[in-house]
């Protein structure tokens, strides 16, 4: 299994920025359109442009939530063929820091086989760790 953890300090509290991560709203605006709610068990969907063998759904379960440290939620995405879908886990941590906070996203559970899935998962949180840096300024 191989996991993917991308770090980064943002000049922002904790609360700040566990607000950025568990909010609906603004987390259409960095991640993707979303129905989810911070609580434990909570089915939610992820929605972005469909993409070739792609449908644009991540379907995702609230596993963690104890704000503003830690948030993790069941990650899974579907494919035209079923060996092409994965499920992983991301998990959020928070700490604060003299200057804000230090974020780590961790994505687990990549099989050796999903090399394209964690590939395009280290282009994604890339992208999305870009668009969380614009919008946590906004809030």
Request: charged share 20%; proline share 9%; with cysteine.
């Amino acid at each position: 299994m191989q996991t993917l953890i991308v770090e980064k300090e943002f000049p922002h509290p904790p609360e700040k920025v566990w607000k950025a991560l568990s909010d609906p709203q603004i987390m259409s605006l960095w991640l993707m359109e979303n129905d989810f709610a911070p609580n434990v068990g909570r089915k939610f969907k992820f929605r972005a442009k469909p993409q070739p063998n792609w449908n644009g759904v991540v379907d995702c379960e609230v596993l963690a939530v104890e704000p503003p440290k830690r948030l993790s939620y069941a990650w899974g995405l579907a494919g035209p063929d079923p060996a092409a879908g994965f499920q992983t886990v991301v998990t959020w941590t928070l700490a604060p820091t003299t200057g804000g906070t230090h974020v780590r996203m961790e994505q687990s559970g990549f099989r050796e086989d999903q090399q394209a899935n964690y590939q395009g998962a280290q282009y994604g949180w890339k992208m999305f760790f870009g668009k969380l840096e614009t919008v946590l300024p906004t809030l």
